[in-house]
């Protein structure tokens, strides 16, 4: 069975810093692309930032393009997004998902029919 357990979230004042962790168990993903999304209440699920297997290319919404960092590191099965310059609006419930549709695939997808697994979100919560 697949897991994808998210961590990291919690309350912080505009302006700081978050890390966000997405570890993978039961089945390896390395060979796949992983994204993470958010959704904030009242707003749709939105993508935030996707990056390749091989983790040499990543692609980020415009909302976090320049404060948010994707990494990856498949010996530990593990996703990371840095979040820095935190802003009221990017709170929400941060998703980790993977796009188990291709192995080994360089091109990174933004839309939630794109990926096949997600995680139980973790909350991230920013205050003015």
């Known amino acids: 069975q697949v897991h994808l357990i998210e961590s990291g979230g919690g309350l912080v004042q505009a302006g700081g810093s978050l890390r966000l962790s997405c570890a993978a168990s039961?089945?390896?993903?390395?060979?796949?692309?992983m994204g993470w999304f958010r959704h904030a209440p009242g707003k749709e699920r939105e993508f935030v930032a996707a990056?390749?297997?091989?983790?040499?290319?990543?692609y980020y919404a415009d909302s976090v393009k320049g404060r948010a960092t994707i990494s990856s590191d498949n010996a530990k099965n593990t996703v990371y997004l840095q979040m820095n310059s935190l802003k009221p609006e990017d709170t929400a419930v941060y998703y980790c998902?993977?796009?188990?549709?291709?192995?080994?695939?360089?091109?990174?997808?933004?839309?939630?029919?794109?990926?096949?697994?997600w995680g139980q979100g973790t909350q991230v919560t920013v205050s003015s």
């Open positions: 990056i390749s297997w091989s983790g040499d290319n990543t």
């Open positions: 998902a993977v796009d188990g549709r291709y192995r080994y695939h360089y091109e990174l997808y933004d839309k939630l029919n794109d990926y096949n697994y």
């Open positions: 039961g089945r390896t993903f390395s060979s796949y692309a």
